[in-house]
């Protein structure tokens, strides 16, 4: 079986610090791998996505992730902050042509400070 | 994409009710997904269905706990006799076709509380 693994449970950053957020998955065979955002008080959305190819990639509002194979990591990085980032953010994993229903991490609350 | 639906928002139901949850998947979707995130732990996957079929339930409870999804009208989950432990935000997500989550999108959750 699948699982996820988010380390930072909370964040605190003040406005333009660096951001990353770990995720690490078990899975022995081909995974694809995804990033949503939750905001105050709003549905989950997809942020940024992996299925192949360049395993650096670029999601929506300055977020990017990057995969390494080797370490079953696909850590969420931003270089600088804003305080409408506040939100909870999930990693989740589905096994490429195996269970396609995505197994999610537990979360990373990030709140920034203006 | 507001277009998933979930109500109500919060529910509050006594120990032993029933508690009914909605959702209302996006238009021309017919895949529905239902997630649990207790407190302090992540989403966990629960039961995804088709028009009047359950494709894969392999996350629900084995007791108490239902879905269903009919030809019209939304996706219910239902909790019989509720306990404090089913005390959770439960999302659901629609997609247009099986097979193809990050095509998904997701509604608000409805938060339920057990007293």
């Known amino acids: 079986a699948q699982s996820v693994s988010q380390h930072n449970h909370h964040v605190i950053l003040s406005e333009a610090a660096s951001l990353e957020l770990g995720c690490n998955y078990s899975?022995?065979?081909?995974?694809?791998l995804f990033w949503y955002v939750q905001y105050p008080g709003q549905h989950l959305q997809l942020l940024l996505k992996y299925f192949s190819g360049d395993p650096l990639v670029k999601g929506i509002k300055g977020f990017e992730a990057e995969f390494i194979k080797s370490k079953f990591s696909f850590n969420l990085r931003k270089p600088s902050v804003q305080w409408s980032d506040t939100a909870e953010y999930f990693c989740?994993?589905?096994?490429?042509?195996?269970?396609?229903?995505?197994?999610f991490g537990r979360g990373t609350s990030l709140i920034v400070h203006p | 994409n507001a277009g998933v639906m979930q109500n109500p928002r919060h529910l509050v139901r006594r120990r032993g009710q029933e508690a009914r949850l909605r959702c209302s998947p996006m238009?021309?979707?017919?895949?529905v997904y239902w997630y649990r995130q207790l407190p302090e732990e992540g989403l966990k996957f629960m039961v995804y269905l088709q028009k009047e079929n359950i494709i894969d339930e392999s996350g629900m409870p084995k007791e108490r706990f239902s879905a269903e999804f009919p030809k019209e009208g939304p996706s219910i989950l239902r909790i019989q006799q509720v306990v404090r432990g089913d005390s959770a935000a439960y999302f659901c997500?629609?997609?247009?076709?099986?097979?193809?989550?990050?095509?998904?999108?997701f509604g608000q959750g409805t938060r339920l509380t057990v007293v």
């Open positions: 899975y022995g065979g081909t995974v694809n």
């Open positions: 989740a994993v589905n096994s490429a042509g195996g269970s396609y229903i995505p197994t």
């Open positions: 997500a629609s997609s247009r076709q099986g097979r193809a989550f990050t095509e998904a999108f």
């Open positions: 238009k021309g979707h017919s895949h």
